[in-house]
Structures are given as C-alpha cells and as structure tokens.
C-alpha cells in the first residue's frame, strides 16, 4: 500500500515552475483520454440512461410520444401497488429469499472451505476441489432441469434415498410444493456456488503462519480448537471483505432461479420482485406500473442493504458504505 | 484405539462431509450424461444411475437434426466470441487509463464505473432502452448492453496495479505513446488476468438466455442454445404438452417415435455443458487467481 502511494506521488507531481493548465494535460494525455472516454459515454448509454426511465412510474407512458408530452400522474401507479395484495405476498418472497440467500450463501462456503483446508490427502482434496468448482460453469437453465430430476417423483435420487432410507413413505412432490420453493431455491443456489465461493477463502487459509499450528499442537490443541482460535481469525479480513461483497450483491436480487424453477403451482411462493414487473411491465405492456415495481425493487435492496449494514457495523465495527 | 482420539474422529467426520460433498456434485451430472446415452425408450423404464444400460447416440443425433438447435449452437457460439472479445479488450483499455495514477481524468472515469454497481434502471427501463436504441430483433443486442463491466475492470485493474511503472517510463522515453505502452509493454504482460476475464465473460455469454427471452424471443434467427432448452424445459416441467412434443414433429414421425422428451432434454443440457468442462480444467489456474485478486483489491 505504501510503495503504490509513493508511486502515485512521484508520476503525479509536476516538475516545478511547470504547472500545467488542465487543457494542457488533456492534449498530453490524449491517448488515455480516447482509451477511456468512449467506455465511460458507453456506460453512460446503458448504464444512466435508463434511470432516467423512473420518470416513466410517475407518467402513464405511452411509447412513441416525446418525453414532455406525457400525461404526468405523479403517485398512482405506486398507490395502486400498495392497493394490490399481491404486491404484499411478491414481497414476502423477494425478502425472504434474499436473507436466506445471504446467510446460506456467505457461511457455507466458509464452512466448506474450512474443512477442506483440514483434509491432509492431497489428491483427494484437490478433486473435491475441482469437482466442487464445476457447477458455477453451468447456467441456470441446466441447474433448474437438474435439480427438477434429482427431485422428481418418478426416479429422482432424493426421492429414492428418501424412500430407501424410511424417511418418506412415498415420493414427495418437491416441485409442486409451495413451501418448500423458498428452501430449493437456497439449496440449488448453495449447490451451485459453493465451491466456487470457497476459493477466496482456500487462498486465505495458505495464507496462515503454520508455526501457529504448530505451537497449538505442541500446546495440545484438538482441531477444533485449530479451526477456532486460528484458520478463523486467520482469515477475518477475507471474511469481512467476502460479506461486504455479498450485502453490496443484495442490491441486484436475482429472478433467474425463480424464473427457471417456480411453475404455476408454487406461483405464490417463487414470485418476486423482477419476475411481478415483467409480467405486468412487458408480457402486459403496463410499462409504467412495471417502472413502479421495479423502483420499489430498488429500494427494497436498499433498504437491505441498510440494514445489513447496521449489523455489520455493530458487531464487526466495520463500514459497507 | 489411535482411531478414536478426538483427532482421528475429526477427520472421520470430515472426509465423510467432503465425501458427501462431491457425490452431491458430481451424481447430477453423471445421471444427466448416462441418462443422454441411453436407449430413451429404455430410459422411461427408470433405474439409470450413472451408467447407461443401452448405450445409443440416437439422442444426439436427434437434437442435431432440429434447425432451431443448431442455429441456437451457432449464435451462442459466435455471441460467446464476440462478446468475449469485446469485453476482454474494453476492460484492458479502461483498466490500463485506472491504473495511470497520472492520468487526469481518473478519478471522474473510475466513480462513473463504480456507481454502476450499485445502481440498474431495472428490467423495464432496460428494456425501453433497447426499443429505443433499436436493438431488439438484432445479434448485437447480446453483446453490446454488458461490453463495459465495473466489476472486471476492478479485477484487471488491480493486477496492472502490480507492474512496475518503470516499465512504462523506459518506454516513454523511448518515444512510445500510451496506446503503444498499453498495446505493446501492458497487454502481454496481463495474459493471467485476461484470461480470468475471458473465462467469466464467455461462461456470461454462454450461459445468457434471459435476453434471448426478453428481447429476440420472437426471431428464431437469433435464438440460443440456453434459450432453446429453456423452453423445453419449462414446457415439460409445467406438464405441457410445448416445446418438446413440437420438437419432435419437426424432426419428423421416426424421431418422434424413438425420442423422448426426457432424453431430449438431457442430451441438449449435455451439449451446452460440455464446452465449459473442456476448458475449465486448463483455465482453473488462472481463475482461482483472478477471483483472489479481485476480491482482496475491491
């Protein structure tokens, strides 16, 4: 940290009695300006022209007209939201799914990453490893058609081990049961990203001093002590950076999985934020009240993200924002 | 007795997790592979683990002969290479003017970059925006909307961070232009990091079918392979009689007769998951990378 501050002095400082004027160091450093203004309009076009679209939840859009020829109708659309049940139950699922998401998805890897850093065989570790990486490659749409037969009813193995196991007389339909929805689309998430979300952590772990370990052992610590009093600690500041990573993630709150997975039957359940404006915003061409909802989307994450941060900060002393 | 210290149970326990772990992983995708190679007539039997009890490659054949297949195989494939070009490059340049600590307009380019993650239109915004830029019906909207991303810039950015600047000021000296710095003397020397970037972007593009389904839905020129099982699959597991039964009678009574949607449905999932199990093995290395610097740094 030290040398690039040093480094970034020493470019940045100007030879004395040689201030340039701004336009003089533009024309000097054109070539980094033309590498990188043109992504910066780009981002500008995709990015920030479409927050400009909000202003379409407080009109009733209609496309082809020019922006101020609009009728303005300032909160209806949002008041007729708040009138609508369903509105109510679509949020229920969109908050619990996300919350689920983030304890499951950030203390799981940890976990796994833990116990793989405490497997001595090499080569055994190594192909867990490997094997564990593979499902992040795989989209969505494959994961849904998986998960969809290792749960189905005729000769899916979790009904069959069930089954053979005594656990369950008969077949369950996981699919077609509304409450369990919300625990498929954690688990089929954990499934998918685990291995995956480990990595970091895996390269903290060899990160360790192994004379603690040593010195523990000496002091007669079991490896549970081990875990707790020094791979953990050890990797704190990857922990704290991985949380901040993923309460920054609440902000886009997914709808691929709940799109792939949910069917008519659990549509009380799997419906969230996204997926209720794109039916009403695009498959209804409702544009305006789609806008509505997926404003409210917005400050749904928002407001997850506030209060995630607030406990972040008091018990890890520590600021996302 | 050794076996029941507190030690020996500890990694009794943990090799039973790690165990499980794996199977967990791995059976989903060796069921799929042997259910895709087996007789589908045979398969509707059940009891097909992970080896095939009639092995065939009727299945493959089959989903070759669909024309929407293949021209879906054709557009991811040339979406996954443009796209990956196209965002490898722009997170290079963007990255290279971030890690200048001299360049002047850095600061306003790199808040510009931030902010977009934490802030979307959102999907309807998004969407008019598409209407509006004429891109929906087109190959382009696939590659275009994402082309510039914060969080990959971040990543190459950070290991440009650790190259010697003198490096660049020899350069200079030599009368070597900052493009030519960046093209000649940056771009080789960031091979690791680039490729983490190729790989995230082409794993992106391959695995894309919500734009598919929001933008070029209607234009079967420009469906995708991730779209096309998208629609089988969501067609059988709502119990219709869609996409797959369709499937069948473009291909004709003898397909029809000898397919079933089950096999049809795994046979194609094989077929997209197949190219990124080939690589990834080659390219862990350089991911398990990537992904470490990129998270330490942000």
Redesign the interface.
């Known amino acids: 940290m030290k040398l690039t501050k040093k480094k970034a002095h020493s470019v940045a400082a100007v030879p004395l009695g040689q201030k340039r004027s701004f336009w003089q160091t533009v024309l000097q450093q054109r070539y980094l300006y033309a590498m990188s203004l043109p992504f910066v309009a780009w981002v500008f076009v995709f990015n920030y022209l479409p927050l400009f679209g909000w202003t379409m939840a407080f009109q009733d859009y209609r496309p082809g007209l020019a922006f101020f020829e609009q009728d303005w109708v300032g909160l209806k659309h949002f008041i007729e939201l708040f009138q609508d049940e369903r509105f109510y139950l679509v949020l229920r699922n969109t908050l619990v799914m996300s919350i689920l998401g983030l304890l499951v998805g950030f203390t799981f890897p940890i976990l796994f990453a833990v116990l793989l850093n405490e497997a001595r065989a090499k080569l055994f570790k190594k192909t867990v490893q490997t094997v564990s990486y593979l499902p992040h490659f795989v989209s969505w749409v494959v994961v849904a058609g998986i998960v969809t037969k290792m749960l189905s009813v005729d000769g899916g193995i979790v009904n069959e081990i069930l089954v053979a196991t005594g656990a369950a007389d008969k077949p369950i339909q996981f699919m077609t049961k509304g409450e369990w929805f919300w625990i498929i689309v954690t688990l089929a998430d954990l499934w998918k990203e685990m291995g995956w979300n480990s990595i970091i952590f895996l390269a903290a772990m060899a990160g360790v001093d192994p004379q603690l370990y040593e010195a523990a052992k000496v002091d007669g610590a079991s490896r549970w002590r081990q875990i707790w009093h020094i791979t953990l600690p050890g990797i704190r500041p990857t922990i704290l950076v991985v949380l901040i990573l993923s309460i920054g993630s609440l902000m886009t709150i997914g709808f691929e999985k709940q799109f792939l997975l949910g069917n008519p039957t659990v549509v009380n359940y799997s419906e969230v934020l996204d997926l209720y404006a794109l039916n009403y915003g695009i498959n209804l061409s409702r544009f305006s009240y789609g806008t509505a909802i997926g404003i409210f989307n917005s400050l749904v994450a928002i407001i997850l993200l506030f209060i995630a941060n607030g406990i972040f900060k008091r018990y890890a002393n520590q600021s996302v924002m | 007795m050794r076996f029941l210290t507190?030690?020996g149970l500890?990694?009794v326990i943990?090799?039973c997790?790690?165990?499980i772990?794996?199977l967990?992983?791995?059976?989903?995708?060796l069921?799929?592979l042997a259910i895709s190679l087996n007789d589908s007539t045979d398969t509707v039997r059940?009891?097909?683990?992970i080896w095939p009890r009639e092995w065939t490659l009727e299945n493959y054949r089959t989903i070759f002969q669909y024309d929407h297949l293949v021209t879906g195989f054709i557009n991811s494939v040339l979406r996954t290479i443009i796209g990956t070009v196209l965002g490898v490059f722009?997170s290079a340049?963007?990255a290279?003017?971030?890690s200048?600590?001299?360049?002047?307009?850095r600061k306003?380019?790199s808040t510009?970059?931030v902010l977009?993650?934490?802030?979307?239109?959102?999907?309807?915004?998004?969407?008019?925006?598409m209407?509006e830029?004429n891109l929906i019906n087109t190959f382009w909207v696939y590659v275009?909307?994402?082309?510039?991303n914060?969080f990959h810039i971040i990543i190459v950015r950070s290991f440009m961070?650790g190259l010697p600047?003198s490096l660049q000021e020899s350069a200079k000296m030599d009368g070597a232009?900052?493009?030519t710095i960046?093209w000649r003397i940056i771009m080789p020397l960031c091979t690791p990091v680039l490729a983490t970037i190729a790989l995230f972007v082409a794993?992106g593009q391959?695995?894309?079918?919500?734009d598919t389904y929001?933008y070029n839905g209607s234009n079967p020129d420009l469906t995708t392979l991730?779209y096309e099982?998208?629609k089988i699959?969501?067609n059988t597991?709502?119990g219709g009689s869609g996409d797959a039964n369709a499937y069948r009678s473009i291909s004709g009574e003898q397909a029809a007769q000898t397919v079933s949607p089950e096999s049809i449905?795994?046979a194609i999932?094989m077929v997209?998951?197949v190219p990124?199990?080939l690589v990834?093995?080659f390219l862990?290395r350089f991911?398990?990378q990537g992904?470490?610097l990129g998270?330490?740094k942000?």
């Open positions: 507190s030690d500890f990694n943990n090799y997790f790690l165990t772990v794996f967990a992983t791995l059976y989903p995708f069921n799929v059940g009891g097909i683990y722009s340049m963007v290279f003017t971030l200048r600590a001299d360049f002047q307009g306003f380019v510009t970059l977009t993650l934490y802030f979307t239109g959102g999907l309807i915004p998004g969407y008019m925006l209407r830029l275009l909307p994402g082309m510039v914060a961070d600047y232009n900052d493009f960046f794993v391959w695995n894309a079918w919500f929001l991730q099982l998208m699959l969501q597991t709502m449905k795994m999932s997209t998951v990124i199990l990834y093995p862990q991911f398990v992904m470490t998270a330490v942000s």
